[in-house]
Nanobody
Framework: VQLQASGGGSVQPGGSLRLSCAVS????????VDWYRQAPGKQPELVAF???????EYVDSAKGRFTISKDNAKNTVYLRMNSLKPEDTAVYFC?????????WGKGTQVTVSS
């Protein structure tokens, strides 16, 4: 199983980014996928997840601004982030658990700064 995250970058406050997580080796139709982020000096934080059935949940700070979605045909999960704030600055990782084993993609840096 491999996860490849992409789409990070530098934006100004109020800007938007869309992160992608391409999954191989397993199917999104049978696995949930999470997005985590880790800011410098802080613990990793679960931002959002989407289940195999498409149910979604968000951390309070992301509600109303972030949208997680997936394309089962492309086996890719997306995280659309709008109204970005400086406190959203972090490395973002996608993650799934299969057969009780966690898999992580390499992170993608998101920097929100004026």
């Amino acid at each position: 199983v491999q996860l490849q995250a992409s789409g990070g970058g530098s934006v100004q406050p109020g800007g938007s980014l869309r992160l992608s997580c391409a999954v191989s080796g397993t199917s999104l139709s049978s696995n949930a996928v999470d997005w985590y982020r880790q800011a410098p000096g802080k613990q990793p934080e679960l931002v959002a997840f989407i289940t195999s059935a498409g149910r979604t949940e968000y951390v309070d700070s992301a509600k109303g601004r972030f949208t997680i979605s997936k394309d089962n045909a492309k086996n890719t999960v997306y995280l659309r982030m709008n109204s970005l704030k400086p406190e959203d600055t972090a490395v973002y990782f996608c993650h799934l658990v299969k057969d009780s084993r966690p898999y992580w993609g390499k992170g993608t840096q998101v920097t929100v700064s004026s």
